[in-house]
């Protein structure tokens, strides 16, 4: 049972717009959430992380969404860069428990 | 400052055989964690080191399956006889606390092929 799900394998943007890439969990006991970015070949790269205390994180042009009613989360990209394609991972964690539990990508494509 | 290295990169083995992964975490990190990525799907926890102890080995998947970390250093991951389900991307982290994600650094991923 896949308790982090991002539904959307893959995503294409135009350069310059606004990238939006979702992430939907079922345990109410997570209370960290991360995003993680991976180019291929490489191992994933943190990004931007929230806890659920706040809605919302900010960093640089990366922002994160948390809406704890509807246990879902989002990470907004703007402008969106050619460099920022790449697979994007929703990660979460819960309580004292440090295991990351993980969505399976979605992979973005900024388009020139 | 060297990030976490792993090898081998690629690696393709019979089922049937024996596979060895090695992680070198950054130095002075305590932590150091496995996680494996099948298939394009999602990435999964395997195990968690503290030093050279094993704090959390809950998703090791069976017990061909053996991790070590000699000394709090370097850490191995042995597949024994590895079997075609195994296939995927194994990766190791390594933190210097016991950080929720953000102070994980991944190695780049040891690719593993069981055919």
């Known amino acids: 049972d896949q308790q982090v799900k991002q539904n959307s394998p893959s995503l294409s943007v135009q350069e310059g717009r606004i990238s939006i890439l979702n992430c939907d969990y079922t345990n109410s006991m997570f209370d960290y959430f991360l995003w993680y970015k991976k180019y291929p070949a490489e191992g994933p790269t943190f990004l931007i992380s929230?806890?659920?205390i706040k809605d919302k994180n900010e960093d640089g042009r990366f922002t994160v969404f948390l809406n704890k009613s509807a246990k879902h989360l989002s990470l907004h990209i703007v402008p969106s860069q050619p460099g920022d394609s790449a697979v994007y991972f929703c990660?979460?964690?819960?309580?004292?428990?440090?295991?990351?539990?993980w969505g399976a990508g979605t992979k973005l494509i900024i388009k020139p | 400052e060297a990030g976490v290295t792993q090898f081998p990169s690629h690696s393709v083995i019979e089922k049937g055989q024996t596979v060895t992964l090695r992680c070198d975490p950054i130095s002075g990190h305590d932590n150091l964690y496995w996680y494996r990525r099948v298939m394009g799907k999602e990435i999964k926890f395997l195990l968690h080191?503290?030093?050279?102890?094993?704090?959390?080995e809950s998703g090791m998947p069976n017990n061909r399956f053996l991790a070590e970390r000699t000394g709090g250093t370097y850490s191995t991951l042995k597949v024994q006889p590895a079997e075609l389900e195994d296939s995927g991307v194994y990766f190791c982290?390594?933190?210097?606390?016991?950080?929720?994600?953000?102070?994980?650094?991944f190695g780049s991923g040891t690719r593993l092929t069981v055919v």
């Open positions: 990660a979460a964690s819960g309580d004292s428990n440090y295991q990351l539990i």
């Open positions: 982290a390594s933190s210097p606390r016991q950080a929720l994600g953000y102070g994980y650094t």
């Open positions: 080191f503290v030093k050279e102890s094993k704090q959390d």
């Open positions: 929230i806890s659920s």
